[in-house]
């Protein structure tokens, strides 16, 4: 979505999500490294922009929309996914879309994930 927010974790040291912005065309951009002295998650009014953080073998996202994948009937719009860094680093990863016809291909170092807005009702059950 575009000029949002992702929430995201790299791995499970840090507790509180970094919260990303995205761009017009909904894309966050998140860095990683294996240097201690290169790691930058400052945040300001906009999220933390920009953010290089320590490589771990997962990254997890809470989108604040609706997810377009195959769900359980208790499924939660809120539920975090997890995914693994080495096979976003070295495939890339793209989700379902059981929203649309949209369609991506991977591309080694992108995850994309597909989401549609929380329609009135949806937003009653938050």
Not at 16 to 30: C, E, F, H, K
Not at 68 to 93: N, R
Request: glycine share 8%.
């Amino acid at each position: 979505m575009a000029n949002s927010f992702v929430n995201t974790w790299v791995g499970t040291e840090r507790k509180d999500a970094m919260s990303i912005p995205t761009d017009q065309d909904g894309v966050a951009g998140l860095f990683l490294t294996d240097k201690d002295s290169e790691v930058n998650t400052r945040s300001g009014d906009r999220g933390v922009v920009h953010p290089v953080v320590k490589y771990a073998d997962t990254i997890r996202i809470v989108a604040g929309y609706v997810v377009c994948q195959p769900h359980a009937p208790d499924y939660s719009w809120l539920a975090t996914m997890e995914f693994s860094t080495k096979q976003i680093v070295h495939q890339g990863i793209v989700t379902a879309n059981t929203c649309g016809k949209a369609t991506a291909s991977p591309q080694p170092g992108a995850l994309i994930i597909f989401v549609r807005p929380l329609k009135w009702w949806e937003k009653l059950k938050s």
